[in-house]
């Protein structure tokens, strides 16, 4: 707590000397929460020289806890929900499902929609998208759509009983039967199963080739659990010939469904160098990405929660200790919060040198809107001095790292004005084009923008011929104000509107030949309900 109050400033002096010694301390204890940080701290060159090796020490430390917390049903589901894409982009999904669509779903598997019922199960079996984990549900759940037949339900079933919980008594033999009838039926989670009771001797006697036999089924149909046991009977040799190759086949599929062991295993691999070319950077990427599926990343919802409640001030103390754990999404969310001056816990003055800090450290683990803001304080002068060349830095990193239609435009800009950058008209125009191919919502402006720019280019064009003495001691700022590039696109945008609003008038003036109407649309059929996964 005391690194955190230093590390953050909250309450005392900042001083991140005096962080990094409680932290330390905090890790000699078997603080897991202090290892994490002190590995993102190692790791990102946070006041400390940057070791890769050091950054390693601490997550693999971290990690080997998360992965030995990893039960089958599978481990936390981590909602990661940045608060400035909920400004930007209002109609995009955050993850969280609406109260009204819940209902909606529990209303269907009441009248037994079965896809429903599936669909409740898992949610409440993990929990997450809005809904807390419950096992007693996810058992109503997967009990009503396994006495209809679903082959999905009763490999669920199987999973808890397997597993075993408060709510479903562990039983070897209820679970078998459960993955039995599932996998006859070519369900992918029943063959797993089925594969795990082998390979352990869970109800059966153990049979490597058996278990080997059902873990390809299921991995053919592209379940995770399937590819992991795969790659883990290839990588340890058993049933099989030890083949780090296949291992690392299998466990780059899995990965890429989402498995914590998954990522934990290719971890080992590439910290030891087994099966690949060691490899520290990608061997810490790897761990750092578990430990952020502990139970902690849990506060990234409660934070998201408060924020929503109105109480900015515990949502941010939250995102900045989860920021300090090294999550991108706290970092940026943390740094919204500050930007947007809604915490009165810190003073007003410091907001924007604190924004400033965590855009920052968002911004180094690639989150594009992180990098914008960047640019933007240099540009404006927030939280720091006005420095157009580091803003024109940011921005192109942005254009060229992130292919963001922000940076490109902004970039554009500089170059018309020749801002850190020599003035280009050409280059402004490329770069103008360019973010008007990125992004569709950037045409407008980027047309607004050229048309500003035609004019000046022809401004150029007419002080370099012959009449040139004529239009020389020209200054538009001097004949019509230093806003005149205003006006001008204040014009333009009238004169289309005008455009626009005269084709109208004479398209509803054409006369329509006698007997022609326009053709009725064909409405199309209502998409059929999914229940939510």
Same mark, same amino acid.
């Given at each position: 707590?005391?690194?955190?109050?230093?590390?953050?400033?909250?309450?005392?002096?900042?001083?991140?000397?005096?962080?990094?010694?409680?932290?330390?301390?905090?890790?000699?204890?078997?603080?897991?929460?202090?290892?994490?940080?002190?590995?993102?701290?190692?790791?990102?060159?946070?006041?400390?020289?940057?070791?890769?090796?050091?950054?390693?020490?601490?997550?693999?430390?971290?990690?080997?806890?998360?992965?030995?917390?990893?039960?089958?049903?599978?481990?936390?589901?981590?909602?990661?929900?940045?608060?400035?894409?909920?400004?930007?982009?209002?109609?995009?999904?955050?993850?969280?499902?609406?109260?009204?669509?819940?209902?909606?779903?529990?209303?269907?598997?009441?009248?037994?929609?079965?896809?429903?019922?599936?669909?409740?199960?898992?949610?409440?079996?993990?929990?997450?998208?809005?809904?807390?984990?419950?096992?007693?549900?996810?058992?109503?759940?997967?009990?009503? /759509?396994?006495?209809?037949?679903?082959?999905?339900?009763? /490999?669920?079933?199987?999973?808890?009983? +397997?597993?075993?919980?408060?709510?479903?008594?562990?039983?070897?033999?209820?679970?078998?039967?459960?993955?039995?009838?599932?996998?006859?039926?070519?369900?992918?989670?029943?063959?797993?199963?089925?594969?795990?009771?082998?390979?352990?001797?869970?109800?059966?006697?153990?049979?490597?080739?058996?278990?080997?036999?059902?873990?390809?089924? /299921?991995?053919?149909?592209?379940?995770?659990?399937?590819?992991?046991?795969?790659?883990?009977?290839?990588?340890?040799?058993?049933?099989?010939?030890?083949?780090?190759?296949?291992?690392?086949?299998?466990?780059? &599929?899995?990965?890429?469904?989402?498995?914590?062991?998954?990522?934990?295993?290719?971890?080992?691999?590439?910290?030891?160098?087994?099966?690949?070319?060691?490899?520290?950077?990608?061997?810490?990427?790897?761990?750092?990405?578990?430990?952020?599926?502990?139970?902690?990343?849990?506060?990234?919802?409660?934070?998201?929660?408060?924020?929503?409640?109105?109480?900015?001030?515990?949502?941010?103390?939250?995102?900045?200790?989860?920021?300090?754990?090294?999550?991108?999404?706290?970092? +940026?969310?943390?740094?919204?919060?500050?930007?947007?001056?809604?915490?009165?816990?810190?003073?007003?003055?410091?907001?924007?040198?604190?924004? &400033?800090?965590?855009?920052?450290?968002?911004? +180094?683990?690639?989150?594009?809107? /992180?990098?914008?803001?960047?640019?933007?304080?240099?540009?404006?002068?927030?939280?720091?001095?006005?420095?157009?060349?580091?803003?024109?830095?940011?921005?192109?990193?942005?254009?060229?790292?992130?292919?963001?239609?922000?940076?490109?435009?902004?970039?554009?800009?500089?170059?018309?004005?020749?801002?850190?950058?020599?003035?280009?008209?050409?280059?402004?125009?490329?770069?103008?084009?360019?973010?008007?191919?990125?992004?569709?919502?950037?045409?407008?402006?980027?047309?607004?923008?050229?048309?500003?720019?035609?004019?000046?280019?022809? &401004?150029?064009?007419?002080?370099?011929?012959?009449?040139?003495?004529?239009?020389?001691?020209?200054?538009?700022?001097?004949?019509?104000?230093?806003?005149?590039?205003?006006?001008?696109?204040?014009?333009?945008?009238?004169?289309?509107?005008?455009?626009?609003?005269?084709?109208?008038?004479?398209?509803?003036?054409?006369?329509?030949?006698?007997?022609?109407?326009?053709?009725?649309?064909?409405?199309?059929?209502?998409?059929?309900?999914?229940?939510?996964?």
């Amino acid at each position: 707590a005391l690194g955190f109050l230093y590390a953050s400033g909250l309450g005392v002096n900042s001083s991140q000397a005096k962080a990094l010694v409680y932290y330390t301390f905090g890790a000699l204890g078997g603080n897991l929460i202090a290892h994490m940080i002190l590995g993102y701290r190692y790791w990102a060159g946070i006041g400390v020289l940057q070791s890769c090796e050091s950054a390693l020490t601490h997550y693999r430390l971290v990690a080997n806890h998360v992965a030995s917390d990893i039960s089958l049903t599978g481990g936390t589901v981590v909602q990661r929900i940045r608060l400035a894409d909920e400004v930007e982009n209002p109609g995009m999904a955050s993850g969280m499902l609406e109260e009204d669509l819940i209902q909606y779903y529990q209303f269907l598997a009441e009248k037994g929609d079965v896809q429903a019922q599936v669909g409740l199960g898992q949610l409440h079996l993990h929990g997450g998208r809005g809904v807390e984990q419950n096992h007693q549900r996810a058992f109503e759940y997967f009990n009503q /759509a396994a006495n209809a037949g679903n082959s999905h339900a009763m /490999a669920f079933l199987g999973k808890m009983y +397997s597993e075993g919980s408060d709510v479903v008594p562990q039983s070897n033999e209820t679970a078998l039967q459960y993955f039995k009838k599932a996998a006859d039926m070519g369900n992918p989670v029943g063959q797993s199963g089925l594969g795990m009771a082998y390979l352990y001797g869970r109800g059966v006697p153990v049979n490597y080739e058996l278990a080997l036999k059902y873990f390809q089924k /299921a991995a053919e149909q592209g379940w995770v659990d399937g590819q992991l046991q795969l790659g883990s009977m290839y990588y340890n040799g058993i049933g099989v010939k030890k083949d780090y190759k296949q291992a690392l086949k299998y466990f780059n &599929l899995a990965s890429q469904g989402g498995h914590i062991l998954a990522f934990y295993n290719l971890a080992q691999m590439h910290a030891t160098g087994t099966g690949v070319m060691r490899s520290c950077h990608t061997a810490v990427e790897l761990f750092k990405n578990v430990c952020e599926r502990g139970r902690w990343s849990e506060r990234l919802m409660t934070a998201y929660n408060s924020y929503k409640d109105g109480d900015s001030n515990s949502a941010v103390v939250q995102y900045l200790l989860l920021a300090e754990q090294g999550y991108e999404v706290a970092q +940026s969310n943390a740094a919204f919060i500050l930007d947007q001056k809604e915490a009165s816990i810190v003073g007003e003055n410091e907001t924007y040198p604190r924004a &400033l800090l965590h855009w920052n450290r968002a911004a +180094s683990q690639g989150y594009t809107v /992180a990098r914008i803001k960047l640019g933007d304080y240099h540009f404006y002068g927030f939280g720091t001095d006005v420095d157009y060349e580091t803003a024109f830095i940011h921005y192109r990193l942005a254009s060229e790292q992130q292919h963001s239609a922000q940076a490109m435009f902004n970039l554009g800009y500089m170059h018309e004005k020749g801002l850190g950058i020599k003035q280009d008209i050409h280059l402004a125009k490329r770069f103008y084009d360019m973010a008007a191919e990125a992004s569709p919502d950037a045409q407008v402006p980027v047309f607004l923008a050229l048309c500003k720019l035609g004019v000046i280019y022809s &401004l150029q064009y007419i002080r370099e011929i012959n009449i040139r003495e004529v239009f020389s001691h020209i200054d538009m700022d001097q004949l019509l104000g230093p806003e005149w590039d205003l006006y001008l696109m204040t014009i333009i945008a009238l004169l289309l509107g005008t455009i626009i609003a005269y084709r109208q008038r004479q398209h509803q003036a054409i006369p329509r030949p006698a007997g022609l109407r326009p053709a009725v649309p064909q409405q199309e059929p209502p998409p059929e309900h999914q229940p939510p996964q």
